[in-house]
Each structure stands twice: as C-alpha cells, then as structure tokens.
C-alpha cells in the first residue's frame, strides 16, 4: 500500500463546476503539501497545511489529521486550471516528502 | 533571484556513458534534493542534503552519486547509464526548517538508449 493515495487518477471538469481531490495518507506528517504541475513540467508548491484550512483565490486545501486525509477544492474551474495536482506529505527527521501518483485533471471550456 | 536552475533541459545517452545533472539555487537554501518522475509513479527522492558536505540517501539511489561541496550547488551524477535510469529529474531546495516551502527546478528530461 502507498503511504500517500490520491483520487481520483483521472478527472474531466466542464468549466465552472467544483472540484474536489482527495489525500490520504498513512505515516506520521509534520506537513501535508500540494503541488500543481503543468503540461510543460514544471513543479509550483500551492499550499503548505499542517492543520484546518487554506484558501488562496479559487483554491482551497484542508486537511483533518486525526483521519490522515487531505482535500484540494477549486472553486469556478476554469480551463487554465487543467495540471496534474500531487498531494506530498512531510515526514521523517529530515522531512523528506513522500508523493502520491497524482490527479490529472482538465477542466473542458 | 533565479530560483532552482537545471542543466540540461534534455539529454540523450547511450548504455554505459556516465553524465552530471546539474542544480544551482541562489536562494541560500541549506536543503536540496534530487528526484525522478516516472509514468504511473510519484516522485521518488533519490538522494537529498540537509548543507554543504553533507548527503544523503533517499528511496532509489543506486546507479546515481551526489556531493556538495557548496550551498548553491547539487550536481547529481550518473555513472553507468542504464535504460532502467530513463526519466524526468527534478531538484529541489528549501530553508532548513521542515515547515518551509519546497522550490522546484524545471526538470531535466533524460533518455537512456
């Protein structure tokens, strides 16, 4: 079993709807991460939890450690927002992170 | 500020031949760390250092050897290609600290023929 599980894999959204990907993970964190990478490959950190909620634009992530499980909302998707969106956790003494596989999503005009 | 800089972006090689990927950052970031992408998997962490002469292993790191002989740098070399090493690389640094943001090169795209 992986240590960090996301779904969906795959994830096709008209525009406008909300969207929801799931975290889950089974080792101890000192953070949860979630990263946005596009078609072109480059890597950007978009959120940085370790409790409760963060809200930046149309992006929510919230995380609830007593049941190990993060969400990543988008609110009003857009087609700009189509990525690949990977959850990472932060463990560990030297908090090395651990990486789920990844939701590809892409959002339809 | 340049951030995290790879070199190269793309690279062809044959069975055998031995390469360094490069990683700079000019963010006096004391951590950095190497990692593959690969279809179908996560990012794995090949080889990390928490500072200057200090490293480590990570999840996969045969095949692969690292130094850091400075804060700014953290060349990653290959000794004997091999196909299984055909991936997408990436660097990474941060502030010490585990609470602090993790920065991205852009990738170096390796092809082991």
């Known amino acids: 079993k992986n240590e960090v599980e996301q779904s969906p894999q795959n994830l096709t959204a008209q525009e406008g709807e909300f969207i929801t990907i799931n975290c889950s993970y089974s080792?101890?964190?000192?953070?949860l991460h979630w990263l946005q990478q596009h078609p072109g490959g480059g890597i950007v950190s978009l959120f940085m939890?370790?409790?409760g909620k963060k809200k930046h634009g149309r992006l929510i992530a919230t995380i609830n450690i007593q049941e190990k499980h993060s969400s990543l909302h988008i609110t009003a998707s857009h087609p700009r927002d189509s990525a690949v969106y990977i959850c990472?956790?932060?463990?560990?003494?030297?908090?090395?992170?651990?990486f789920g596989k990844g939701t590809k999503l892409s959002v339809k005009p | 500020n340049a951030g995290v800089t790879q070199t190269p972006k793309f690279q062809v090689l044959k069975t055998g031949q031995s390469m360094t990927l490069q990683c700079a950052q000019d963010?006096?970031?004391?951590?950095m760390s190497w990692y593959r992408q690969d279809p179908g998997m996560g990012l794995r962490l090949i080889h990390y250092?928490?500072?200057?002469?200090?490293?480590d292993q990570g999840e996969v790191p045969n095949g692969y050897n690292v130094s850091r002989s400075t804060t700014e740098d953290f060349p990653l070399r290959l000794l004997s290609a091999a196909p299984s090493q055909t991936s997408v690389y990436f660097c990474?640094?941060?502030?010490?600290?585990?609470?602090?943001?993790?920065?991205f090169g852009p990738g170096t795209r390796l092809t082991v023929l």
């Open positions: 939890l370790s409790s």
């Open positions: 963010m006096n970031h004391e951590y």
């Open positions: 990474a640094s941060r502030a010490s600290g585990i609470s602090n943001t993790q920065y």
């Open positions: 990472a956790a932060r463990g560990g003494s030297q908090g090395n992170l651990i």
């Open positions: 250092s928490v500072g200057a002469g200090i490293t």
């Open positions: 080792v101890g964190i000192s953070a």
